[in-house]
């Protein structure tokens, strides 16, 4: 049985941190995974993170590094060890199963963690590890295990939207954000952090991110996203569909996608958000013309636009032969 910590009072101060934290996922952050979530450092009902953004939610005590659907937990990512130390806890067996319904939370009630491992780093520093795959618990109650050994692999057990790993960091078990270990309210993308040199810089703090830009021949859902589901390229007679799928915006910004042929705008979709998205998904497209799409090439132009900047703003061909 996985051990339950309970963490009391505020984020906890650490003047002199005492722990450095490699990656606990073994991946390239921007590429095949990403930050979904930070620790919530408002105290009240309100949210931001540790660069005085919104990429949280109320109350959330850990650090969530997403793959881009639940089709990639299949190449047994894996889970590993931010610093040396011992198990003291661990659960295995819970199956992977998207939550979206108050029955779907009530089902894994007092099994939020899913599949985890609990590891003690000595005075009074402890990680714990959520999420992970069914049955790909690698160790055992009271091994030592150094920094990097793997612990199991990324899956979505327990109370999970997406498939994660949900880093949580605890002093005298009380919360701690190893992106800013200290207790001030002010936040700042620079300041103290329990990460190594290397972790620090592979998980630098984006504003927003695009987990997916591409093509369709009919209009997406964004649970098929999330499942990593085939999608079916478009032809010559098929409707063609350029979608983005994003994670990490903002009320205000405004998110645009564009089916492009030639320098020409064949059909533009935006939108002008009235809250914070998690995810996101925007398309645009067009039943194909009588004659059939031209042959050649043809551009999804996704942009993401927050305060007058361009913050996201990526582009993907297609060859239509």
């Known amino acids: 049985m996985l051990t339950r910590v309970l963490f009391a009072g505020l984020i906890v101060s650490t003047p002199a941190l005492g722990l450095e934290l490699s990656q606990p996922i073994d991946c390239t952050p921007g590429t095949d995974c990403f930050i979904q979530q930070y620790v919530d450092r408002d105290e009240g009902l ?28 299949e190449k047994g990512v894996a889970v590993k060890a931010s610093a040396e130390g011992t198990v003291l806890g661990l659960r295995d067996g819970v199956d992977d199963h998207l939550v979206r319904s108050a ?14 491992v609990l590891l003690d780093h000595g005075d ?12 790909s618990v690698a160790v055992q109650k009271g091994d030592h295990v150094a920094a990097g050994a793997k612990l199991g692999e990324v899956g979505y057990s327990g109370d999970a939207a997406f498939a994660h790993v949900h880093l949580q960091v605890t002093k005298d ?26 972790a620090k ?37 098929t409707p ?33 958000l009235d809250h914070t998205k998690a995810q996101y998904m925007l398309f645009a497209g067009k039943k194909a013309p009588p004659t059939g799409w031209p042959k050649g090439s043809y551009k999804a132009s996704a942009k993401v636009s927050r305060g ?13 032969n």
Request: aromatic share 6%; net charge negative; hydrophobic share 35%.
């Open 308 to 320: 007058g900047k361009v913050v996201i703003e990526e582009n993907k061909s297609l060859e239509l």
């Open 173 to 198: 078990d009380r919360v701690v954000d190893p992106f800013l270990a200290e207790d001030k309210t002010a936040c700042m993308k620079d300041g103290p952090t329990l990460w190594s040199k290397e």
């Open 103 to 116: 029955d779907d939370r009530a089902a894994i009630k007092d099994r939020e963690c899913g599949n985890g």
């Open 46 to 73: 309100g949210v931001q993170d540790y660069a005085c953004g919104a990429e949280t939610y109320d109350g959330h005590k850990g650090t969530d590094i997403r793959l881009r659907n639940t089709a990639d937990v």
């Open 201 to 237: 810089a592979a998980m630098s703090y984006k504003e927003g991110a695009l987990l997916g830009l591409g093509f369709a021949d009919y209009g997406l859902d964004i649970v098929e996203l999330e499942t990593g589901a085939t999608m079916k390229a478009p032809s010559a007679q």
């Open 240 to 272: 063609m569909v350029a979608y983005l799928w994003a994670i990490n915006l903002q009320k205000g910004d405004i998110v645009q996608i564009a089916l492009i042929k030639d320098g020409a705008v064949v059909q533009s979709n935006s939108d002008t």
């Open 124 to 135: 009074g520093w402890k990680t714990q590890y959520c999420h992970m795959r069914k049955g």
